[in-house]
């Protein structure tokens, strides 16, 4: 796993500028920390960081093929490259590596853009195809890995992240308000949109070629829920094949290949699978929180002393949120509405300092196989609406959100808030009570931003933007599209996944995202993934064979960490009030200052307990820090020299010195 930046430029200029390349790739070091390299062409340049897995010795990039004229910077993992090089190498292409980079350039030798149809794996990269001048860029098909882009002046640039295309100096960071009205709607700006304006992501699933000034873009990978009538006889021998391999090709790697461990069905099932299979005794991680309402300690232990794995936990405690969230932020890059990035920040360092740099963990679970309460919460209300007036109905309501029905409001504010959020005619009908719950940020911009704004509707446009297969499906895989395409890839594989676990170069890889495991499991009837209330139902039934009963039969519990609270103690860190006081908030201009001030009064008494205010506080709070980080202030690091680069390459694929 790496860290990728570069830029094309229509014409040429001379050759890329070394000096350039290097802020680009010091920007996003913390991503590659084993070796770095660049590629200096007339009009496209390449830099790399590197964090090595497979082909330690070897697999220095940027990379090139024979004759230098397909060239390659990459950050990622293709599981099958010994199938795919078996079958190249059939073709007559000779192998100088034994990395899965080669495999990539050889694949698109023999096979262009079609290549990606054949990929298994975790991936953005660019190729260089300097036979007919053009970049070629793609993205995984479930966006583990991060692409953004931006076109100014007749140029290309990308990066793994945002930083390494402001670094470059000719980028300038601005607000996209369109982007940001995103962020307080869907907790994440939804791909290609980002909070920057004229930086965009590419979307998961997608590929582009840069030719000539102009970048054409197309999707390979299509999501689909071609939901069958019936269970197969043999669902949990087909289901058992697919994550044995899944899982068996994830530990593919010259390192040792750890776990994250939550305490939960699906990190359990991956720790077990990976214990069994590694030829390394298993190291997982987790972790622990002193505030027993969001601690799991216990089932991790448990599961640990089952798999016989050696445990290690970090604790997060009272100062750990507030102490370290600039932090996270400047990795995010982007407002956060929830706090659960920062533990997730702290488990990565953990790792890494334990000598790990690669982690299975259980993302995609809960959106293959319906884990989530909001599958739950959909069947309710669809069950209430079909009785309006029902009590009892209303009452499993309850049930499943037992902290909200106690608050101050109580149940029936909270019942009537579900029930009333839209119409089951709504496309958007699963994910309206998130969604609306999220936009009560709204309620504290200031009035100038709001305007600004003008008639922007981000829930109408994602409607719009829905597939026309969308409008056949159930009520529930409608519900789980929505959750892959909008919380999945641009939060938590972004924000609490790829972003934090990068940050310390830890590598995460993610079993149940194999894309044939997806395509299974989106194709079994509903009944199977939710029954009743009861969640994951066919994934408990497999998992009987290998996890202890306790922990298979246990009910989800969310991941949260302490939000609100965590801020306004008697040690809270003085950069927290500079940045929500008055003149603070006034200059940045996107909250009404004297709002703000009513929150942050209610925060210092102890009197913000509920949902709205807390992702409010949290809301406001990172959009200050963000725009602190990116938009007050310029991305100035010292550029990795060239004298200590692994690869350094020009047109004529010489060693620059």
């Known amino acids: 796993m790496c860290g990728i930046a570069g830029i094309a430029r229509r014409h040429s200029t001379g050759p890329s500028s070394v000096e350039t390349l290097g802020r680009m790739a010091a920007a996003i070091r913390h991503r590659g920390p084993d070796g770095y390299g660049f590629y200096v062409g007339q009009r496209v340049g390449f830099a790399h960081v590197r964090l090595s897995i497979v082909d330690i010795a070897a697999g220095s990039q940027p990379m090139t093929n024979e004759d230098g004229q397909i060239v390659i910077t990459y950050n990622g993992e293709i599981y099958n490259h010994p199938e795919l090089r078996h079958e190249l190498e059939a073709l007559g292409h000779v192998f100088r590596t034994r990395c899965d980079t080669e495999v990539l350039v050889h694949g698109y030798e023999q096979w262009g853009v079609n290549l990606l149809q054949r990929l298994n794996g975790q991936f953005a990269f660019a190729i260089y195809d300097r036979n007919n001048e053009t970049v070629f860029i793609a993205r995984d098909r479930f966006g583990v890995r991060p692409l953004f882009y931006a076109q100014p002046r007749d140029a290309f640039y990308f990066g793994s992240e945002i930083k390494a295309i402001l670094a470059s100096g000719e980028v300038d960071a601005g607000i996209d308000p369109r982007g940001m009205d995103e962020v307080f709607t869907f907790w994440a700006a939804r791909a290609p949109r980002t909070p920057f304006a004229g930086i965009a992501s590419l979307e998961p699933g997608t590929y ?24 197969p006889d043999d669902v949990i021998e087909r289901l058992d094949e697919l994550m044995l391999r899944s899982v068996g090709m994830r530990l593919r790697a010259d390192v040792p290949v750890g776990a994250y461990l939550s305490g939960g069905l699906d990190s359990s099932i991956t720790a077990s699978l990976a214990a069994s299979a590694s030829p390394h005794t298993l190291r997982s991680f987790s972790i622990t929180f002193d505030d027993p ?24 405690g009272p100062n750990s949120i507030a102490d370290s969230f600039p932090d996270v932020l400047w990795h995010t890059e982007t407002p956060l509405l929830r706090t659960a990035a920062v533990p997730m920040y702290h488990l990565a360092k953990l790792t890494r300092d334990s000598g790990i ?36 109905r209303e009452r499993l309501l309850d049930r ?40 009560r940020i709204k309620d504290f911009y200031a009035p100038e931003f709001r305007a600004g704004i003008g008639g922007i509707n981000v829930m109408a446009e994602l409607r719009a933007s829905l ?53 299974f499991a989106s194709s079994l009837p509903t009944g199977s993934k939710l029954r009743g209330l009861k969640e994951k139902e066919v994934l408990r039934r497999w998992a009987a064979r290998i996890l202890p009963a306790r922990i298979k039969a246990r009910t989800k519990q969310p991941y949260r960490a302490p939000d609100a609270p965590s801020f306004f103690g008697p040690a809270s860190p003085k950069w927290i009030g500079d940045h929500l006081s008055g003149d603070a908030i006034r200059r940045v201009g996107i909250f009404s200052a004297s709002a703000v001030e009513g929150l942050v009064r209610r925060c210092q008494a102890g009197r913000v307990t509920g949902y709205r205010e807390n992702q409010a506080v949290i809301g406001i709070l990172s959009t200050q820090l963000w725009h602190h980080h990116f938009i007050e202030k310029a991305i100035n690091v010292a550029p990795l020299p060239p004298q200590g680069a692994s690869v350094v390459l020009d047109d004529s694929m010489s060693v620059l010195t």
């Open 208 to 231: 582009g070629i840069w030719k000539d000034g102009a970048l054409w873009l197309r999707r390979y990978y299509e999501l689909d829920y071609p939901e069958a009538n019936a269970e």
């Open 293 to 316: 309402r969001f601690d799991e300690s216990d089932f991790q232990r448990e599961v640990a002393s089952d798999v016989g794995s050696i445990h290690a936990i970090t604790a997060i």
């Open 357 to 392: 740099k690669v982690v299975l963990t259980g993302e995609g679970a809960d959106e293959l196989f319906l884990g989530y309460d909001l599958f739950k919460e959909v069947q309710v209300r669809e069950f209430c609406l079909r009785r309006p007036g029902s009590a009892w």
């Open 400 to 439: 499943l959100y037992p902290d909200l029905m106690t608050q101050s409001r109580g149940g029936e504010f909270w019942r009537r808030f579900f029930l009333d959020a839209g119409p089951q005619r709504d496309p958007l009908f699963s994910h309206l009570p998130r969604f609306l719950l999220g936009a």
């Open 467 to 519: 597939p026309a297969r969308f409008f056949g499906w159930s009520s529930l895989n409608k519900a789980a599209y929505l959750e892959m395409t909008t919380l999945l890839a641009s939060y938590l594989l972004s924000s609490q996944g790829d972003r934090m676990s990068m940050a310390h170069g830890i590598e995460g890889r993610f079993p149940f995202l194999d894309h044939r495991l997806y395509e």
